[in-house]
């Protein structure tokens, strides 16, 4: 009677401790929930993620992490397979076709202020100085070569054929090249790099803020539209899940405003979203 009362106790203790551990490892899982990493590439948006956004989100209980990828292609992959909870380093464009290219189901939360893409150039001081068969990089990745085509053909560099979808414009949509330009199609990253072999370069502005290169000396300075800024991106799931509130929470935020519009910001001078001319009334 006294063996099995004690195996009796001894099951319910072991129980006990059972159940303690596992009510443990939901207190930490509850709390893991709670350490996020953001993506970003190379340029402004990891210091928009810690100065801007991490401020709200930490006030939410929250421990912000930012991690730098060398492309655009890594940071998708890692929020799809959840090595990442969100990024912010890519348009609407580029977004809605690479996840529908490679099925991920990655979705937007929120635009944020964007550095819009420049001409840059070593070697000339204005597009007037081009000369027939200058080299001109531009970006090869779809959606930013769609962006570097549309601002040459505004510059008046070359022209698209009308009634093309300029989104999707590549280089078979060229109808005039008048100074057999060539152009250079190169991995976004690497064109402001490649700007002493180059006669100019279309430089996506989160490569040309990282490179430090100066807006004011840009052969010509793109003018965004809206799928063209950049975006905050999570799974798909967690759009309308705790997380995508909160990070858009964060963004529409007056700790946010007064990051980005501070007079002393690296972001004050880029072009905000639609939703903040909506609610601030300045652009």
């Known amino acids: 009677m006294k063996k099995s009362l004690k195996k ?3 099951i319910v203790m072991i129980g006990v401790l059972a159940l303690g551990a596992l009510t443990g490892c939901g207190r930490r899982n509850a709390s893991a929930a709670k350490d996020i990493t953001i993506g970003v590439c190379a340029g402004p948006y990891g210091d928009m993620v810690k100065k801007a956004i991490a401020p709200s989100l930490e006030k939410k209980g929250y421990k912000v992490s930012v991690r730098e990828f060398s492309d655009y292609v890594l940071p998708d992959q890692a929020l799809a397979n959840g090595e ?5 380093m890519q348009h609407t464009a580029y977004l809605e076709k690479f996840a529908a290219d490679n099925d991920l189901r990655i979705s937007k939360v929120i635009a944020v202020p964007t550095a ?13 100085e ?3 068969g200058d080299k001109i990089g531009i970006p090869n990745d779809p959606s ?20 093309i979808d300029q989104t999707k414009a590549s280089e078979k949509d060229i109808a005039q090249n008048p100074k057999k330009l060539k152009l250079i199609t ?4 690497q064109i402001s790099r490649s700007l002493d072999s180059l006669a100019a370069g ?6 040309a803020y990282a490179a430090k290169l100066d807006f004011s000396k840009a052969l010509a300075v793109e003018t965004l539209a809206e799928e063209y800024k950049n975006v905050i991106a999570v799974k ?3 759009v309308k899940g705790q997380l995508g509130k909160d990070l858009k929470e964060a963004v529409e935020s007056e700790d946010f405003y007064k990051a980005v519009s501070d007079k002393k910001s690296s972001f004050k001078s880029f072009q905000k979203p639609d939703w903040w001319t909506e609610k601030y009334k300045e652009k």
């Not at 279309?202 to 490569?207: E, L």
């Open 144 to 163: 930013n070569l769609a962006r570097a085509l549309g601002i040459l053909d505004k510059e008046k560099i070359i022209t698209l054929k009308k009634n």
């Open 202 to 207: 279309v430089v996506p502005g989160n490569y």
């Open 186 to 189: 190169l991995d976004a990253a």
């Open 130 to 132: 081009l000369k027939k």
């Open 84 to 88: 990442i909870d969100a990024n912010l």
């Open 8 to 10: 009796l106790t001894g």
């Open 116 to 128: 819009g893409a420049g001409i840059f150039s070593d070697s000339i001081k204005s597009l007037k």
């Open 236 to 238: 798909a799931d967690d």
